[in-house]
């Protein structure tokens, strides 16, 4: 299988790697909130997870512990990524299924599940696609389950090249720990493979295919947790 670009970027995993460490894309905050949504949802019950785009999994599987899992299920396209993601979540006491698919696919062909994380992946599908997402994932839902989606998102208002020109902007004086070709790499690839949308364009896609949302997560203009249910 052939793989996008914006999925060969996350090859160099140690550049991202620098970003999530030094919580520039806020992944703390979003954490925090992403383990009071779980708690708050199922308390003690197990569940099971359906993480899409999970990359090497490290934010991810340190949140889960102390939950009662019931599984969990990792779909990438990056092999590299996947590999790391399997000694990540090795902690996990749950069965544990990483596969090498498409998101789309992977949740078209899920069986229903509790809980869906997606973490800075929607952005790159087209807006067509956020749209076809949000109505699978209503549907792979169980009852009483959670979309939980963290994500770069545009303001109200803001052109998708004033986003990557400001986003670019910001990160050169924001993300200082990087060199500035890890600086340029990064600009690459957000300004070719990354597509977010405005806020309440998510907001209404999701509206339309039946979720509610719940209080939003902004650390930051741009990114957020956003939370759905079904009921
Ligand atoms: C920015 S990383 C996020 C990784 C992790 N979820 C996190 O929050 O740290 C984006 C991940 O999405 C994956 N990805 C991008 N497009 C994808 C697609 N269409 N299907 C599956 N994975 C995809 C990339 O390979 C990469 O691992």
Redesign the pocket.
């Known amino acids: 299988m052939s793989?996008?670009a914006?999925?060969r970027?996350?090859h160099v995993w140690d550049t991202?790697a620098k970003v999530?460490a030094a919580n520039y894309?806020f992944?703390r905050e979003i954490g925090e909130a992403v383990r009071a949504a779980l708690r708050a949802r199922f308390g003690d019950r197990p569940f099971s997870v359906l993480?899409?785009?999970?990359?090497?999994?490290?934010?991810?599987a340190p949140l889960l512990q102390g939950f009662a899992l019931k599984s969990y299920t990792g779909?990438?396209?990056?092999e590299a990524?996947l590999e790391l993601a399997r000694r990540n979540l090795s902690g996990l006491a749950c069965p544990l299924a990483l596969e090498r698919?498409?998101?789309?696919s992977?949740i078209e062909a899920s069986a229903p599940v509790d809980a869906i994380y997606?973490?800075?992946?929607l952005h790159?599908?087209p807006t067509n696609g956020k749209e076809a997402f949000f109505k699978v994932a209503a549907k792979k839902l169980s009852p009483g389950g959670i979309l939980l989606l963290?994500d770069v998102v545009r303001e109200e208002g803001e052109s998708l090249p004033a986003y990557h020109a400001a986003y670019c902007d910001w990160l050169r004086t924001s993300m200082v720990t990087l060199d500035a070709s890890e600086q340029d790499a990064i600009c690459e690839h957000l300004v070719n493979n990354d597509l977010p949308e405005p806020g309440n364009v998510l907001r209404a896609q999701a509206k339309a295919a039946g979720l509610r949302l719940l209080p939003v997560v902004a650390p930051q203009k741009w990114h957020r947790l956003m939370s759905f249910v079904s009921d």
Do not use: K, N, R
């Open positions: 793989e996008p914006a999925v970027f996350f991202y999530v894309m992944h993480d899409l785009g999970c990359g090497d999994a490290a934010t991810f779909a990438d396209l990056s990524a698919i498409d998101l789309m992977a997606i973490s800075f992946a790159h599908l963290a």
